[in-house]
């Protein structure tokens, strides 16, 4: 299995901050990576898909760069709604996999 | 509006067997693929299956293979999981995920907790 490895863990920031989360596979998959959302309680959304598409309606204060094994999800300035867990995820290979998730936090 | 709605969770024994249902809405459910994710309690994402849009692909994740059987009735715009030999470890919240667009998850259902205790 491909395994995603997704750093930090978690992270503390402040409102207006820049922030970055990077995921590193174990094997080259191309662009085949995916970045969700999930806040507590609810359901994932997606917010990038072929590492760097933008899902309609998600702002485009989200970004997301990246091919082969490394990859960034960037989020130009924080906002509230914005304090949330996040996960990459492959989908090169048949057996998808998901990171670990990085959870943000106010600092 | 896409709509998923998972129903079917619910406190089983270890051993025991359930059948989860997802049934969707707002899109055309026969032309696209499907997937099952869990996740455990404060765990992460855990992808468990797959289903091509006709049933002719389907894929499990090691953890699933040859307990779990993925299903879906067209006609009924409706995805199953049937979970046999259920254990403690498959205590987790059941999401449906829709792949609208090819190889990403585009649409979540809310999720079915199942739990396996005795």
Same mark, same amino acid.
């Given at each position: 299995d491909i395994q995603m490895t997704q750093s930090p863990s978690s992270l503390s920031a402040s409102v207006g901050d820049r922030v970055t989360i990077t995921c590193r596979?174990?094997?080259?998959?191309?662009?085949?990576?995916?970045?969700?959302?999930?806040?507590? @309680?609810?359901?994932?959304?997606?917010?990038?898909?072929?590492a760097s598409s933008l899902q309609?309606?998600?702002?485009?204060?989200?970004?997301g760069s990246g091919s082969g094994t490394d990859f960034t999800l960037t989020i130009s300035s924080?906002?509230?709604?914005?304090?949330?867990?996040?996960?990459?995820?492959?989908?090169?290979?048949?057996?998808?996999?998901? @990171?670990? @998730?990085?959870?943000?936090?106010?600092? | 509006e896409v709509q998923l709605v998972e129903s079917g969770g619910g406190l089983v024994q270890p051993g025991g067997s359930l059948r989860l249902s997802c049934a969707a809405s707002g899109f055309t459910f026969s032309s696209y693929s499907m997937n099952w994710v869990r996740q455990a309690p404060g765990k992460g994402l855990e992808w468990v =299956?797959?289903?091509s849009s006709s049933s002719s692909t389907i894929y499990y994740a090691d953890s699933a293979k040859g307990r779990f059987t993925i299903s879906r009735d067209n006609a009924k715009n409706s995805l199953y999981l049937q979970m046999n030999s259920l254990r403690d470890e498959d205590t987790a919240v059941y999401y449906c995920? =829709?792949?609208?667009?090819?190889n990403h998850f585009d649409y979540w259902g809310q999720g079915t907790l199942v739990t396996v205790s005795s």
């Amino acid at each position: 299995d491909i395994q995603m490895t997704q750093s930090p863990s978690s992270l503390s920031a402040s409102v207006g901050d820049r922030v970055t989360i990077t995921c590193r596979a174990s094997q080259s998959i191309s662009s085949y990576l995916n970045w969700y959302q999930q806040k507590e @309680g609810k359901a994932p959304k997606l917010l990038i898909y072929g590492a760097s598409s933008l899902q309609s309606g998600v702002p485009s204060r989200f970004s997301g760069s990246g091919s082969g094994t490394d990859f960034t999800l960037t989020i130009s300035s924080l906002q509230p709604e914005d304090f949330a867990t996040y996960y990459c995820q492959q989908s090169y290979s048949t057996l998808v996999t998901f @990171g670990q @998730g990085t959870k943000v936090e106010i600092k | 509006e896409v709509q998923l709605v998972e129903s079917g969770g619910g406190l089983v024994q270890p051993g025991g067997s359930l059948r989860l249902s997802c049934a969707a809405s707002g899109f055309t459910f026969s032309s696209y693929s499907m997937n099952w994710v869990r996740q455990a309690p404060g765990k992460g994402l855990e992808w468990v =299956s797959y289903i091509s849009s006709s049933s002719s692909t389907i894929y499990y994740a090691d953890s699933a293979k040859g307990r779990f059987t993925i299903s879906r009735d067209n006609a009924k715009n409706s995805l199953y999981l049937q979970m046999n030999s259920l254990r403690d470890e498959d205590t987790a919240v059941y999401y449906c995920a =829709s792949e609208v667009g090819a190889n990403h998850f585009d649409y979540w259902g809310q999720g079915t907790l199942v739990t396996v205790s005795s």
